[in-house]
């Protein structure tokens, strides 16, 4: 199971925090700090998953994580995941955004926190992976996006 | 604020040329403006000051009535944003409910979301949610449905799912299959956290498995997975449907969306490789399997998985070696990884690769180079453990800053003692010593504290040569004390305390060192600011065993005034301690004989010295001696329940038994056997210490010799190297390396060529001694070399175990080391009968050394005692079905006032090594008893206090006893469940007070009592009562007439009052606890029953129309 979705850029400022299992705010923090730390100091050629910490649910925790220019995108997942699965999955996950955005860059994840939670729903759906496909992740998400055009529409005489 | 808006927007410009809409501009501008605002601070400070700012405006605008949906959507956008900055935003929970609930399909949409971020599953405010969801699972909106399962997949109230369970189920016949496929997860959800709530679905589940759309099917293989793992046997008729699907799915029978990098959908054949590797269908799998290592791509992501398929074991080596192999560092990672894992099994694997793992050694990654060190020590053996520790000693410093490292601490550190018991693993005595000291100040603190322990205990057993161990401690001592010359203020505290123990413990062996000296050194140590009060105490025990013969008088003098007059009590004890001791040089003689490690120590037990001064004291007058809980009991009870409720705890019978003992001494060693083994079992549930105790340790030997033996030859045939034929290899070094890379090869290269032969040494050859630590456990795997009775060393390992970290650890270890492991009849029976007294409340332990020495004493003969004393009968396994046991126990405590009276199962609430704590509760006509079982589990006084509701008084718990505390609890506000939660504080007598959390749920039924009004009365309460409710709730219709049959269920159900029926309508009264009435109305309308509730409390009507629901639907 996947336990938390961290994205964060080259600072630690985060982008997007996604949690499966409930932690305290206050924990939620200390994570999102260790975690940038630990990613942070890791070059990018060495290899893209961290093991054996204490901070999620014992010794059962992994991290996958990987680096897109000025983002980390980090997945805190359980030993019942697939290490390469998840790494490609963050891959779909990001080409995804790609295709929503048009060449997404971190800007469109900060101004746009609230569309990339909803194309993440439409990828892992509390904690399990829903959809690894591309296309139909792309065909949900442009569904919102219509109704949301035609919303706008509609409220536009009125208001 | 509206021309910052306007400067934000005209220096943002093309981010916000997506929307021109103004109403969207505006709004995405506020958000734009927080950000960039906080981008352009310097300090954490002032961007705390910004967002404070940002969130009371927030707050001012969604309390204002005339914020509108489309304005809230934008406000709860900021509030999550401030949220993920780690700013609580609580006051907006609540409108983001509202959101969810009143908007239009896109501000439920961010309604939701924001609902996910903030909640959890445990928050109250999300029961107001429930309604929302059941709404949108019955909107005909798809995106709304979505929405709602997606909010109840992230989070939904456990007690709430049956409230919509049917309408979820009815989801998996949509005809849209992103729905069917949310369904689905939604349901795995219900099953992670509420698995008989869907028992009756698993039918539906096999639909999904045969859905059309992959998607589904792909879903449900989540469902699958747990269920095969929780019961392999029950789904043995799917195996050849998930082998088909497996087939269709590497034949390439999905559509081309599911490729991925052109392999046909990874994540759906790790899915089903996990599935099959369950089943156990070997045969099956073999296929399987074997199809899927051809594909290479696809092995790279079910490595782990495939790796433990036997049949295909050396398939999936060759694979493995490629991954190894591999330049690409992911899956260099993954392939040690699964190398590991499989020589844990196949040691001999790890020999093709040795030169690549040698490399990895070296590896710039730290991750690799942990993996290859956990590698290494699993293939640890007699010929190569030195090499092994001297590497992993290298990467020490660099453990330091990663976060994993405790786990390979622990690892390391059994590996070493491992290697020293082992004896002739290890070098010689200076490496083993200077090893630990390394060990120690580096890893410090971060070990687990009974690696010192077992250390210390390794020193003072010692071995079978008197002459090794006195040159272990010599060496020992001489190394310590050079430390503390040095940089002592740098060493770790756990080092600290090795270090004083040892000191004061074998100082004496180095003749020329005198006393004083060391003592000097150790009053450094107490000087120190970084030295903490555990190890000071510590230290003062040692130097208590150094004063010798006025030995550094003015020294101790010093230190006694110091600390005599600490405010920490156990310091205060240790000074006055070792004031008297170092002031009288007989009691001293007495109380702390050189190397007493090796002597029988005599215990009186019973405090009979002390029995003139008490009948001295009794005849003049005083009252004789009551345990404090007794004397709070009789002051609390005037009514006197019961003098003596624990007196049971140790029947007549019993101690005749033990008398037996005395007369008998097989019968003796039986029962210390026993003790010596419970506690492990209880602890470890048997599994590792008792078995290892044979000189071979062969588990998995065999098997694993007569697999290989086939092996073997055909790698003979297939590669004749000398690698491969293990029995020559160590004589072969050189021969061996020339046949690893037969061209001449560099200098570094040779070196590690070297360094593979010394650490691969011994992997084939059969006669080596099996592998170690094939799994975490640490102490209990240690082989005990002396020779003691089994019971002192079950006992004590218990104690050093359980005991660990408090500053009793002190006490106990040097008691368990000054106590002779032969232990005689006679103290095993006097120290019985001394706990016998003791739980008759009579004798007291105060002495100084006297309680720790009975303490200790108590732990050697109390397991039994437990055994024996009838509250867990004579099962010959107790610890197999504790609860029920327990339960029954309990159950006997129950206060006598309540024994008419149905309580509530006893419930566990919390549980640790020393605590044991129970509850139930009990409905009485006009209030709700909470009955609280503290069970004291470990061998000492203890006093707690729990404090939930208000605090108890403080009481006293003996060893092995049961306290029961009982309060009344009344409902302030109500809650579909009410959650008791507190804090059970305990302390031992000389320890430090701990305190353990609990929560115990009851539902508010239990607080519901009938109210008895007349119709009149009714009638003027009916108006006066401001909150209310009303819902439709299901009549049950089998009867005559539904309408009484209905409220009869709720009367009974929920203890109503059934004020009257009058046709088609009834009124019912009932009260909260003590007095907060509740009326209902029903009606019968259209088949179904309107029911209208009303109150003077806030929620409690709501609360109550939830149980009324549920109470018919269960019906």
Known sequence: MIKAILIFNNHGKPRLIRFYQYFAEDLQQQIIRETFHLVSKRDDNVCNFLEGGSLIGGSDYKLIYRHYATLYFVFCV?????????????????????????????????????????????????????????????????????????????????? | ??????????????????????????????????????????????????????????????????????????????????????????????????????????????????????????HELLLLLVNTVLKDLQSTNLIEVCMALTVVSQMFPKDMIPAILPLVEEKLNHPKEIIRRKAVLALYKFYLIAPNQVQHIHNKFRKALCDKDPGVMTASLHIYLQMIQENPEGYKDLTTSFVTILKQVVGGKLPMDFNYHSVPAPWLQIQLLRILLFCSTIFLCRDVAALCIHCVSLFFYCIQPLSSFPAILYESAKCIGNFVLSLKINLKYLGLKALTYVVQQHPKLALQHQMTIIECLDHPDLIIKRETLELLFRITNAQNVSVIVEKMLEFLPFLKIMLCCCIIYTLFIVLILFSYEEYTYAPDNEWFIETMSTVFSVGGDMMQPDIPNSFLKLLSEGFDSVEEDRKLRLFAVDSYVSLLQ?????????????????????????????????????????????????????????????????????????????????????????????????????LRARVLPRGAGLEPLEVDSSLSFLDGFVSEALAAGAAPYKAPHQRQEELAQAKALS?????????????????????????????????????????KGGSTTLKLDGVKRVWGREGYLSEREPVEESAH??????????????????????????????????????????????????????????????TQ???????????????????????????????????????????????????????????????????????????????????????????????????????????????????????????????????????????????????????????????????????????????EARSHSVAVCQYSLTVKRPSVHVEVVGTASYQFPAGTPHSAQFSYKLPLTSFIRPLTVSTEEYGAMWLDFSHDTKQKLTLISDGQEPLTDTLNVLKKKLQLHVVEIIGMEGIVACRLLRDQPCLMHCRLHAGTLSVWLRSPVPDLPDCLMYHCQRALQEH
């Open chain 1, 78 to 159: 359980d030993s019942s995941e697939s290490e390469l699965g998840i790494l490609d999955l963050i891959q779909v996950f990001v080409e995804t955004l790609d295709k929503c955005f048009e060449n997404v860059c971190e800007l469109d994840l900060i101004f746009h926190m609230d569309k990339v939670h909803y194309i993440l729903q439409e990828v892992v759906m509390g904690g399990m992976v829903l959809e690894t496909n591309m296309n139909e992740i792309v065909a949900q998400v442009e569904v919102q996006t219509r109704m949301e055009k035609s919303e706008v529409k509609l409220s536009r005489p009125s208001g």
């Open chain 2, 1 to 122: 604020m509206s021309d910052v808006v306007e400067k934000t927007l005209t220096a943002l410009p093309g981010l916000l040329s997506l929307d021109s809409q103004s109403t969207k501009l505006s709004s995405t501008s506020k958000l734009g403006n927080l950000i960039r605002g906080i981008t352009e601070l310097t300090s954490k400070h002032e961007e705390e000051k910004l967002i404070q700012r940002e969130l009371t405006s927030i707050k001012e605008q969604v309390s204002s009535p005339n914020t509108s949906m489309r304005q809230m959507k934008e406000l709860m956008v900021r509030a999550i944003y401030c949220e993920m900055l780690g700013y609580e935003a609580s006051f907006s929970y609540i409108h983001a409910i509202k959101l969810a609930q009143q908007g239009t399909a896109l501000e439920k949409r961010v309604g939701y979301l924001a609902v996910s971020l903030f909640l959890n599953e445990s």
């Open chain 2, 486 to 586: 040095g940089e002592p203020g740098k060493l770790p505290q756990r080092f600290l305390q090795v270090i004083s123990w040892v000191l004061g413990e074998y100082s004496y062996l180095r003749e020329e060192l005198e006393a004083a000296t060391v003592l000097r050194l150790l009053a450094k140590l107490l000087d120190m600011k970084s030295t903490s009060s555990e190890t000071k105490s510590w230290v003062l025990m040692a130097m208590t065993k150094l004063c010798e013969g006025g030995a550094g008088v003015s020294v101790t003098q010093e230190v006694c005034e110091t600390y005599g007059s600490s405010l920490d009590t156990v310091l205060r004890q240790r000074a006055q301690e070792l004031q008297h001791l170092s002031q009288d040089c007989e």
């Open chain 2, 643 to 683: 003098l003596e409720p624990y007196g049971l705890s140790l029947p007549i019978s019993m101690s005749s038994c033990s008398i037996a003992d005395r007369q008998s001494p097989t019968l003796l060693s039986v029962s210390s056997g026993l003790s010596g083994d419970s506690p492990d079992l209880s602890h």
């Open chain 2, 717 to 778: 045939v297939e590669v004749p190297s000398p690698l491969q034929s293990p029995s020559q290899q160590g004589e072969a070094d050189s021969s061996q390396s020339q046949t690893l890379t037969p061209i001449p090869t560099p200098q570094p290269e040779q070196e590690k060529q070297q360094l593979a032969s010394s650490l691969f040494v011994g992997l084939g050859s059969q006669s080596s001694v099996c592998l170690m630590g094939k799994s975490e456990s640490t």
């Open chain 2, 781 to 955: 795997r240690f082989r005990r070399k002396a020779k003691g009775t089994v019971s002192s060393s079950g006992a004590s390992e218990q104690i050093s175990n359980s005991l660990a970290s408090t500053p009793s650890t002190a006490n106990h270890l040097l008691c368990n080391n000054l106590l002779d492991s032969n232990i005689t009849s006679d103290l095993a029976v006097s120290s019985l009968e001394q706990t016998s007294q003791l739980s008759q409340g009579p004798a007291a332990a105060n002495g100084i050394c006297d309680v720790e020495l009975t303490g200790s004493d108590m732990s050697e003969t109390s397991p039994t005692l437990i055994r024996d004393n009838g509250v867990v009968a004579a099962d010959p396994a107790p610890h197999e079905d504790p609860d029920k046991l327990k339960d029954l126990c309990l159950r006997t405590h129950l206060p006598a006032e309540f024994s008419g009276l149905c309580h509530s199962e006893i419930t566990p609430l919390c549980t640790n090594q020393t605590l044991d704590f129970s509850a139930c509760h009990l409905q009485k006509e006009d209030s709700l008893a909470l009955v609280a079982f503290i069970y004291n589990c470990i061998l000492m006084f203890c006093s707690f206090q729990v404090s939930c509701v208000c605090d108890s008084p403080v009481q």
